[in-house]
Protein backbone atom coordinates (compact mmCIF):
# COMPACT_ATOMS: atom_id res chain seq x y z
CA UNK A 1 0.00 0.00 0.00
CA UNK A 2 2.65 2.20 0.83
CA UNK A 3 4.11 1.67 -2.16
CA UNK A 4 1.35 2.37 -4.67
CA UNK A 5 0.65 5.70 -2.58
CA UNK A 6 4.26 6.91 -3.45
CA UNK A 7 3.99 5.47 -6.94
CA UNK A 8 0.65 7.80 -7.18
CA UNK A 9 2.31 10.35 -5.73
CA UNK A 10 4.94 10.65 -8.25
CA UNK A 11 2.87 10.18 -11.09
CA UNK A 12 0.65 13.06 -9.69
CA UNK A 13 3.66 15.23 -9.26
CA UNK A 14 5.00 14.13 -12.97
CA UNK A 15 1.93 15.05 -14.15
CA UNK A 16 1.73 18.40 -12.75
CA UNK A 17 4.96 19.35 -14.11
CA UNK A 18 4.16 17.64 -17.57
CA UNK A 19 0.97 19.92 -17.48
CA UNK A 20 2.53 23.33 -16.83
CA UNK A 21 5.24 22.68 -18.97
CA UNK A 22 2.64 22.90 -21.79
CA UNK A 23 0.89 25.51 -20.37
CA UNK A 24 4.25 26.99 -20.41
CA UNK A 25 4.93 25.80 -24.04
CA UNK A 26 1.66 27.18 -25.01
CA UNK A 27 2.25 30.69 -23.93
CA UNK A 28 5.42 31.17 -25.42
CA UNK A 29 4.35 29.70 -28.66
CA UNK A 30 1.48 32.35 -29.03
CA UNK A 31 3.52 34.71 -27.59
CA UNK A 32 6.27 34.28 -30.37
CA UNK A 33 3.53 34.10 -33.05
CA UNK A 34 2.38 37.59 -32.21
CA UNK A 35 6.18 38.69 -31.56
CA UNK A 36 6.21 37.91 -35.40
CA UNK A 37 3.31 39.98 -36.56
CA UNK A 38 4.82 43.37 -34.86
CA UNK A 39 5.00 46.14 -36.83
CA UNK A 40 4.66 49.59 -34.35
CA UNK A 41 5.67 50.03 -30.81
CA UNK A 42 2.51 49.58 -29.39
CA UNK A 43 2.17 45.85 -30.69
CA UNK A 44 5.63 44.80 -29.04
CA UNK A 45 4.93 46.79 -25.88
CA UNK A 46 1.65 44.88 -25.91
CA UNK A 47 3.67 41.48 -26.72
CA UNK A 48 6.73 42.21 -24.29
CA UNK A 49 3.84 42.65 -21.87
CA UNK A 50 2.58 39.07 -22.21
CA UNK A 51 6.41 38.23 -21.93
CA UNK A 52 6.23 39.51 -18.41
CA UNK A 53 3.58 37.68 -17.40
CA UNK A 54 4.69 34.62 -18.32
CA UNK A 55 7.54 35.67 -16.84
CA UNK A 56 5.84 36.04 -13.60
CA UNK A 57 4.20 32.86 -13.87
CA UNK A 58 7.47 31.00 -14.46
CA UNK A 59 9.84 32.54 -12.40
CA UNK A 60 12.52 30.17 -12.94
CA UNK A 61 12.49 30.07 -16.80
CA UNK A 62 14.44 32.93 -19.09
CA UNK A 63 13.16 33.12 -22.19
CA UNK A 64 9.88 35.26 -21.17
CA UNK A 65 12.66 37.45 -19.47
CA UNK A 66 14.54 37.75 -23.20
CA UNK A 67 11.65 38.19 -25.20
CA UNK A 68 10.47 40.86 -22.90
CA UNK A 69 13.70 42.50 -23.16
CA UNK A 70 13.77 42.23 -26.80
CA UNK A 71 10.77 43.67 -27.54
CA UNK A 72 11.51 46.97 -25.34
CA UNK A 73 14.95 47.41 -27.43
CA UNK A 74 13.55 46.87 -30.61
CA UNK A 75 10.91 49.55 -29.21
CA UNK A 76 13.90 51.95 -28.14
CA UNK A 77 15.26 51.28 -32.02
CA UNK A 78 11.62 52.78 -33.57
CA UNK A 79 11.29 55.51 -31.29
CA UNK A 80 12.42 58.27 -34.04
CA UNK A 81 12.57 61.67 -31.46
CA UNK A 82 12.02 61.23 -28.10
CA UNK A 83 15.73 60.24 -26.49
CA UNK A 84 13.69 59.94 -22.85
CA UNK A 85 11.76 57.41 -24.14
CA UNK A 86 14.38 55.57 -25.82
CA UNK A 87 16.35 55.31 -22.40
CA UNK A 88 12.81 54.29 -20.85
CA UNK A 89 12.69 51.33 -22.69
CA UNK A 90 15.87 49.93 -22.19
CA UNK A 91 15.55 50.77 -18.62
CA UNK A 92 12.87 48.55 -18.71
CA UNK A 93 15.01 45.90 -20.71
CA UNK A 94 17.89 46.11 -19.02
CA UNK A 95 15.88 44.71 -16.11
CA UNK A 96 15.12 41.78 -17.94
CA UNK A 97 18.69 41.27 -19.09
CA UNK A 98 19.89 41.14 -15.25
CA UNK A 99 17.21 38.70 -14.39
CA UNK A 100 18.49 36.93 -17.03
CA UNK A 101 22.13 36.75 -16.19
CA UNK A 102 21.16 35.70 -12.52
CA UNK A 103 19.15 33.00 -14.09
CA UNK A 104 21.42 31.73 -16.64
CA UNK A 105 24.75 33.31 -16.25
CA UNK A 106 26.29 30.98 -18.69
CA UNK A 107 23.58 31.30 -21.79
CA UNK A 108 25.37 32.75 -24.84
CA UNK A 109 22.03 34.53 -26.15
CA UNK A 110 21.65 36.24 -22.62
CA UNK A 111 24.86 38.41 -23.30
CA UNK A 112 24.29 38.90 -27.31
CA UNK A 113 20.78 40.82 -25.99
CA UNK A 114 22.89 42.51 -24.02
CA UNK A 115 25.06 43.64 -26.51
CA UNK A 116 22.58 44.63 -28.36
CA UNK A 117 21.17 46.64 -25.90
CA UNK A 118 24.29 48.64 -25.31
CA UNK A 119 24.24 49.37 -29.26
CA UNK A 120 20.29 50.78 -28.22
CA UNK A 121 22.04 53.12 -25.84
CA UNK A 122 24.32 54.53 -28.30
CA UNK A 123 21.41 55.29 -30.79
CA UNK A 124 19.90 57.27 -28.31
CA UNK A 125 23.16 59.77 -27.73
CA UNK A 126 25.72 58.93 -30.27
CA UNK A 127 28.20 61.14 -29.61
CA UNK A 128 28.24 61.66 -26.11
CA UNK A 129 27.96 57.80 -25.49
CA UNK A 130 29.27 55.91 -28.15
CA UNK A 131 33.05 55.22 -27.14
CA UNK A 132 31.47 53.77 -23.12
CA UNK A 133 28.58 51.65 -25.01
CA UNK A 134 30.87 50.45 -27.94
CA UNK A 135 33.08 49.24 -25.50
CA UNK A 136 30.39 47.49 -23.27
CA UNK A 137 28.71 46.00 -26.31
CA UNK A 138 32.04 44.38 -27.31
CA UNK A 139 32.50 43.08 -23.85
CA UNK A 140 29.01 41.79 -24.23
CA UNK A 141 29.68 39.96 -27.66
CA UNK A 142 32.66 38.66 -25.99
CA UNK A 143 31.20 37.08 -23.31
CA UNK A 144 28.43 35.34 -25.77
CA UNK A 145 31.11 34.23 -27.93
CA UNK A 146 33.34 32.99 -25.42
CA UNK A 147 30.57 30.92 -23.89
CA UNK A 148 29.71 29.71 -27.11
CA UNK A 149 31.69 30.41 -30.08
CA UNK A 150 29.44 29.07 -33.04
CA UNK A 151 26.49 31.16 -31.94
CA UNK A 152 25.77 33.05 -35.60
CA UNK A 153 23.90 35.67 -33.60
CA UNK A 154 26.96 36.63 -31.33
CA UNK A 155 28.89 36.51 -34.66
CA UNK A 156 26.64 38.75 -36.61
CA UNK A 157 26.42 41.27 -33.66
CA UNK A 158 30.32 41.19 -33.75
CA UNK A 159 30.70 41.84 -37.41
CA UNK A 160 27.66 45.16 -36.97
CA UNK A 161 29.65 46.49 -34.64
CA UNK A 162 32.94 45.99 -36.36
CA UNK A 163 31.23 47.57 -39.25
CA UNK A 164 29.53 50.37 -37.47
CA UNK A 165 33.38 51.52 -36.45
CA UNK A 166 35.16 50.85 -39.27
CA UNK A 167 33.09 53.85 -40.57
CA UNK A 168 34.69 56.63 -37.65
CA UNK A 169 37.95 55.18 -39.15
CA UNK A 170 37.48 55.19 -43.17
CA UNK A 171 37.14 51.98 -43.67
CA UNK A 172 35.52 50.32 -46.37
CA UNK A 173 32.19 48.43 -45.70
CA UNK A 174 32.92 46.07 -48.28
CA UNK A 175 36.04 44.67 -46.29
CA UNK A 176 33.26 42.98 -44.45
CA UNK A 177 31.59 41.18 -47.16
CA UNK A 178 33.87 38.39 -46.92
CA UNK A 179 33.15 37.15 -42.94
CA UNK A 180 29.53 37.97 -43.98
CA UNK A 181 29.57 35.85 -46.81
CA UNK A 182 31.16 33.31 -44.40
CA UNK A 183 28.87 34.03 -41.72
CA UNK A 184 25.47 33.13 -43.83
CA UNK A 185 27.02 30.22 -45.87
CA UNK A 186 27.44 28.64 -41.97
CA UNK A 187 24.50 30.29 -40.44
CA UNK A 188 22.16 26.66 -40.74
CA UNK A 189 24.71 24.53 -39.48
CA UNK A 190 24.31 25.94 -35.63
CA UNK A 191 21.50 24.12 -34.34
CA UNK A 192 19.18 25.48 -32.36
CA UNK A 193 18.15 24.34 -28.78
CA UNK A 194 14.08 24.34 -29.40
CA UNK A 195 11.20 26.05 -30.86
CA UNK A 196 11.34 28.58 -28.66
CA UNK A 197 15.27 29.70 -28.28
CA UNK A 198 16.02 32.91 -30.13
CA UNK A 199 16.80 31.91 -33.72
CA UNK A 200 17.31 35.57 -35.53
CA UNK A 201 19.57 37.61 -37.65
CA UNK A 202 20.02 35.32 -41.13
CA UNK A 203 17.95 37.76 -42.94
CA UNK A 204 20.22 40.50 -41.33
CA UNK A 205 23.35 38.96 -42.83
CA UNK A 206 21.15 38.47 -45.99
CA UNK A 207 20.93 41.93 -46.52
CA UNK A 208 24.95 42.63 -45.39
CA UNK A 209 25.59 39.89 -48.26
CA UNK A 210 22.99 41.56 -50.35
CA UNK A 211 24.67 45.23 -50.19
CA UNK A 212 27.90 43.56 -51.35
CA UNK A 213 26.88 42.50 -54.39
CA UNK A 214 26.01 46.19 -55.49
Not at 88 to 104: F, T, W
Not at 106 to 127: F, T
Not at 179 to 207: C, F, I, M, R
Request: hydrophobic share 40%.
Amino acid sequence: MKKLFLSVSILSIALSVMSQSQEFTSAMSEGLTQFAKCQTVDQYQAVGNKFSVIADAEKTEWLPYYYHADCYILMSFMEQADAAKKDAYLDVAEKSVKRMIELVPGESEVYVLQGMMCSARIMVDPMARGQEYSALSMKAIGKALGLDSNNPRAKFMKLRNEMGMAQFYGQSPSDFCPQAKDLLATWDNYQVKSPLHPNWGKNQVETIVAGCKN
